[in-house]
T-cell receptor, first 117, second 113 residues
Framework: DAGVIQSPRHEVTEMGQEVTLRCKPISGHNSLFWYRQTMMRGLELLIY????????DSGMPEDRFSAKMPNASFSTLKIQPSEPRDSAVYFCASTLYGGEAVNTEAFFGQGTRLTVV | GDSVTQMEGPVTLSEEACLTINCTYTATGYPSLFWYVQYPGEGLQLLLKATKADDKGSNKGFEATYRKETTSFHLEKGSVQVSDSAVYFC????????????FGQGTELSVKP
């Protein structure tokens, strides 16, 4: 398996523009996570899905952020409109979650470095 | 809420020195505990994990023991190498929450030859 695949690797956009980040999880995994990494706030969980259903979006900073998972092999994180303070590295991760007995490894993509100017 | 606190970096060591990175956590119930490592420009990789009290996780010469009484999961290595230079993250995964991870702020380690 190629691992978790994120695209693009780098994105530079102007303030006010819409940005869409993409993630392909590892085949067979049933949980998907979006994290944001900044120097100031470290790694923050934005949202996670289980079996394509959003379970916890309490980390999504504002209504400008939205995430979807239309099927088991694809997810998007959209920012509309983007602002300079959204500049960060966004990571997608996936895992196979099977209840209380299982806390398996989460596999991370290489991240998308977003710069909003 | 659940949280993880780890020692601040950067930590600079000479090759073959001993390493300890402290990590403590606050959680309801009994979470699983992890150490992840991030090399420059890359995503996070699992280094080791422990799923219950007194478990010891180990990998690549690194070790950490799940201490419920002190709510700690300190990372140790007896002899570091230049190739160990990276950022290390302690994390917990609460039970029954889909496998989500809550991370500490990360500790940058720099090993000099």
């Amino acid at each position: 398996d190629a691992g978790v695949i994120q695209s693009p690797r780098h994105e530079v956009t102007e303030m006010g523009q819409e940005v869409t980040l993409r993630c392909k999880p590892i085949s067979g995994h049933n949980s998907l996570f979006w994290y944001r990494q900044t120097m100031m706030r470290g790694l923050e969980l934005l949202i996670y899905f289980n079996n394509n259903v959003p379970i916890d979006d309490s980390g999504m900073p504002e209504d400008r952020f939205s995430a979807k998972m239309p099927n088991a092999s694809f997810s998007t994180l959209k920012i509309q409109p983007s602002e300079p303070r959204d500049s960060a590295v966004y990571f997608c991760a996936s895992t196979l979650y099977g209840g209380e007995a299982v806390n398996t490894e989460a596999f991370f993509g290489q991240g998308t470095r977003l710069t909003v100017v | 809420g659940d949280s993880v606190t780890q020692m601040e970096g950067p930590v600079t060591l000479s090759e073959e020195a001993c390493l300890t990175i402290n990590c403590t956590y606050t959680a309801t119930g009994y979470p699983s505990l992890f150490w992840y490592v991030q090399y420059p420009g890359e995503g996070l990789q699992l280094l080791l994990k422990a799923t219950k009290a007194d478990d010891k996780g180990s990998n690549k010469g690194f070790e950490a023991t799940y201490r419920k009484e002190t709510t700690s999961f300190h990372l140790e290595k007896g002899s570091v190498q230049v190739s160990d230079s990276a950022v290390y993250f302690c994390a917990l995964s609460p039970r029954n929450q889909g496998g989500k991870l809550i991370f500490g702020q990360g500790t940058e380690l720099s090993v000099k030859p």
